[in-house]
């Protein structure tokens, strides 16, 4: 009898425990999504409509990638307090989610009435918010004098329908990064980079020609993208634009296809990889390894380059001797062609504090917030009025980007879908590579699923 | 206000329990002993189906209900379709090609990590030194989360720095790197291997119990019949066995057929699909391509499969064990 | 009888090298990852590999314990993990006994249905999951962790304390039915104390299988202070820019250690606990 009662007494006190702390810590927070379904019917009103009354604190949620990993967190967490600083009246509350299932999981939030105020985005994450609805108008809600303010190229790429639906935060375009040592060491001149693409190439194949380097390290040329992901398919995307392609044309069919442009990029990539001038099957975080390391040429990576690379080496600032970053050699088309990657910002359909969103959003794009951004990671503006101050230019590495971005084409990702046409197109390199099959056989296996997926 | 709640819920459920148990009281008197049986048995599953129904039930009969329409994540038009969802995918030769992929991976996994099991727990049953000590050391591996198995494989099978190739070409094995992840011929077998070193060890903690139920006047009776070391294996030990690897086999199927991680963190479905099992299937097609009732679809149909092969692998082992 | 010493000495020595041989291939990439986690990216990222981490590195361990978000998945891992153990063992103590001491019609299809529950894919699941528990209010609460790694690990618990309950006879229960006790009493007092190793069996199960959690807690959670260890890892280590090796494999080992610390302690309970349930449907 006594036992019973102990044994039932001590159980229920642990699983209430348990029960408790587990809800517990979400106790406090008043405004957090979860009770805010009575605020949601209101949230649909016209922008006009003050939301939030002077005094009292509203929380909004703010999904991302970038609050935790090594490269970025510091600058998330400078930015984040210098906006609660300004805004006392705004808590930013982070969703971390993990960069491989971002676009799924901001997808599902969004499907499950769940969403986020804010979230970040990228070129390809952003058609899929877009046509899956849970993007709102960006310009109904940070005011047409700062959409106004946007950098052409950025623009057209986040405008859908005649609509501009995300804030453009820091364009990433891609410029050519080489190694000065190896170029010294391989008989080149450590201060000149290749002007054309053949000539690139040639450079590529010379310092490969090293082998080996001291420890046994292989010494690789250039770093072409060959692993399965959609980032390897936005850099084919990047290498074709040099041979003249294109990926869609201004009715948003797929012509990639056409001409000779695609089967020369991947018989460039081919002839690379097989003979060893670039390694085989790296996805980009590996190249970018390898870069710091001081075992791979060249590689074209974004202006968060530099600071990826001072960590990764364990030299900090002291590497940044050891190369030397210029615009992408120009090949068939006679200029420097590349693509930039952009990381974006999107106010939600959902969220129920657009007011205060829009406020955030508004500040991280602002001089102020890119000024941090640029000292801690190199990063550049999607404004003009920010990328044209003497502070986001105030070097040489600052001005290879400006100049790059002014030829860097946005990515093509009108189509929701654009983010798995390009994961699927990765399967062209392997199957030229690994399967060592014909670009045009690979171009004949892969192209119908891309357009299957277009529906075209 | 979500700890009030939690312990509303508490409350509510303690006064449902009590209602009943007093109930139970109340009609004591009444009820035969069968029927008082009845109600304590109920009172008892209550629990079971409660979280059942929140977390696997209802959620699968919508997985079911969405199965039969093109719902997406693009338009939300929940209309029926006419089975066109069941009907593509039975045309598709992606189907077909995720299915045999998993199949592969489960039916191999699955046979080593029962083959390996099978001999660790043999061996660790015997009379050695550090029994228990060897006995916790090998179960470390399963301590391991997935995903930080998947981590640390990553790092073992990088193609230039990764310690695997290294050690295969300095021992002179192969002569050139292999990028294991990013081969067509070789991702889904290392796949298999992190699948199969996080796996064995709990088919070994079954298997050993399993050992250890077989008493040793079997043996010692096997041994006066003059049997001794393979032949006690194959006619003593294995046959009473059998019931403990049938189930080890059955949880193991099971689990395998779920496995999400490894492929997604590990390849991705690569490289150029040679590695998209139905779990990556179902995951492309209900979050790349958006079509949730195609994605709920797949899960139906692999439902079914694993259903039907259950039932008749549960009957074909109970009626051989009663040979 | 020399021969037969020799014999049994060589066969004592092929159980040591087979042992040793499953070991060491068991137990590698353990060490690797401990290796690993001892030195900096930069010198991971250099041939031949260290065998032995030569120049210790702590650096990625202080990263670790000094960074807050990482204390918060452990908790939350903890807690979730805790809290799933709890339920799942009164949970299956409840279904194991009303299973194994009444039949009935439908007790198969209980059974069945407990088994077949876990043969739908969890990513489809997890679709339907989150709209319910939207409209449930119960996102982003570690309660409704609890609750999935609870369901993940009940079908082989509740399996493992039926054939446990089996075993025990039924003529003590009769016994204290003579004597007057309720049955939830006699269940408690009488047949728990006997099933101790079963329910420390399914105990470690159900923690592991909680501590393993991938999924549900990407999904169902995504506020940072209510994250758990896998999705944790990942939203740090399997980033947007860089592999970092080592402070992966740092995360991983003092994810690892206290399970392991453990482990040390409970396998034998494990072994006991699955010996004395039969391990059998």
Known sequence: MKMWKKIAQGISAVSLLAILAACGSNGNSTTGPSNSASQQSTSSASPSAKETPTGETVEITFANWISVEEGTKEAYNQLIADFEAKNPNIKVKSLGIPFQQFKDQVLVNSAGGNAPDVSMANQNFTAAFVGAKVAAPIEDWVGAEIVSDIVEGSKSGVTYNGKVMAMPWAPHPNALFWNKALFQKAGLSPEKPPATWDEMTEMAKKIAALGKDEAGNPIYGIGENAATDSYTGNMLLRATLTYGGKFIDEKGTIVWDQGTALGDTLNHIKDLISSKVSPKGSDMKSLRGMFANGTLGMLIDGDFGRTNFRKMSGKGEAFDKEWGVTVVPAGKTGRSETVFTEHQLIITEGGKNKEAAAKFVTYLVSKDAMLIYHRLNGVMSSLKSVSSLPEMNEDEYANVFNEQMKTASPLPASNPKFDNAMKQASDMIVITTDANKSAEEAITLVMPKIKELYNQ | ?323 | ?281
Not at chain 3, 29 to 53: C, D, G, R
């Open chain 2, 1 to 323: 206000m979500v700890a009030r709640r939690g312990q509303s819920v508490e409350a509510v459920l303690s006064l449902i329990k009590k209602q009943t148990m007093d109930g139970v009281k109340d009609m004591s008197f009444r009820l035969s002993r069968q029927q008082k049986n009845m109600i304590f048995a109920a009172v008892l599953l209550l629990p079971v189906f409660i979280i059942m129904m929140l977390t696997i039930i209802s959620p699968l009969i919508s997985a079911i209900s969405l199965s039969f329409s093109d719902y997406s994540l693009m338009s939300p038009d929940r209309s029926w379709n006419s089975f066109g969802n069941y009907i593509e995918l039975l045309r598709s030769s992606e189907f077909y090609h995720s299915l045999k992929i998993t199949l592969t991976y489960v039916g191999t996994t699955v046979v080593i990590d029962l083959l390996l099991g099978l001999l660790m727990a043999v061996l660790l049953n015997r009379n050695i030194r550090m029994r228990r000590f060897l006995r916790s050391i090998f179960m470390i591996p399963w301590a391991i989360p997935t995903i930080v198995t998947a981590l640390i494989f990553l790092w073992i099978y990088q193609p230039d720095y990764g310690v695997l190739n290294y050690m295969l070409t300095s021992l002179g094995i192969m002569d050139t790197n292999i990028s294991w992840l990013q081969s067509m011929d070789w991702a889904l077998a290392a796949i298999i291997v992190v699948a199969v070193f996080r796996q064995t060890p709990l088919v070994c903690v079954m298997l050993l119990a399993g050992l250890q139920n077989i008493s040793a006047s079997l043996y010692e009776a096997a041994k006066i019949d003059g049997a001794s070391g393979w032949k006690l294996f194959l006619h003593v030990t294995l046959p009473l066995l059998k019931p403990v690897i049938s189930s080890v086999t059955l949880i193991m199927i099971v689990n395998n057929f779920q496995m999400f991680t490894l492929f997604f963190t590990l390849t991705n479905g690569g490289p150029a699909g040679s590695t998209s099992s139905l779990a990556i299937l179902t995951y492309e097609t209900a979050f790349s391509k958006y079509e949730l009732g195609k994605g709920s679809a797949i899960g139906v149909i692999w439902l079914a499969l694993l259903f039907v092969f259950s039932v008749l692998f549960t009957r074909y082992m109970n009626r051989n064990s009663e040979h």
């Open chain 3, 1 to 281: 009888m020399n021969t037969a010493k020799r014999m049994l000495f060589q066969k004592e020595g092929l159980t040591y090298i087979l042992l040793f041989l499953l070991l060491s291939g068991f137990l590698f990439p353990v060490y690797w990852m401990f290796v690993t986690s001892l030195q900096s990216n930069s010198e991971l990222m250099k041939l031949p590999p260290k065998w032995l981490p030569v120049q210790l590195n702590l650096g990625s361990y202080m990263d670790i314990l000094s960074s807050s978000v990482f204390l918060t998945f452990y908790k939350n891992t903890f807690l979730v993990a805790s809290g799933a153990t709890v339920m799942c063992i009164f949970v299956s103590i409840f279904a194991g006994y009303a299973l194994s001491r009444f039949r009935f019609k439908g007790s198969n299809m209980i059974t069945l249905l407990l088994l077949s529950a876990q043969m739908f894919p969890t990513v489809t699941l997890v679709i339907g999951l989150f709209s319910q528990y939207q409209k449930m209010n119960l996102l982003n609460t570690l309660f409704v962790l609890i609750l999935a790694a609870a369901s993940t690990a009940l079908p082989f618990s509740v399996m493992l304390m039926r054939t446990f309950f089996n075993s025990i006879s039924r003529e003590l229960e009769e016994a204290a039915e003579i004597d007057g006790a309720s049955r939830f009493r006699t269940l408690f007092t009488v047949i728990v104390p006997l099933s101790k190793p079963g329910i420390m069996a399914i105990a470690i199960y159900t923690f592991l299988i909680a501590w393993d959690d991938f999924l549900f807690g990407l999904t169902l959670v995504s506020d940072l202070d209510k994250r758990t260890l896998s999705p944790g890892l990942s939203l740090t280590f399997l980033g947007e820019y860089s592999y970092n090796w080592s402070g992966a494999t740092a995360a991983a080992v003092t994810a690892t250690l206290p399970l392991l610390v453990a482990f040390l302690f409970l396998q034998r309970y494990m072994v006991e606990g699955l010996t004395a349930g039969g391990v059998k449907e």
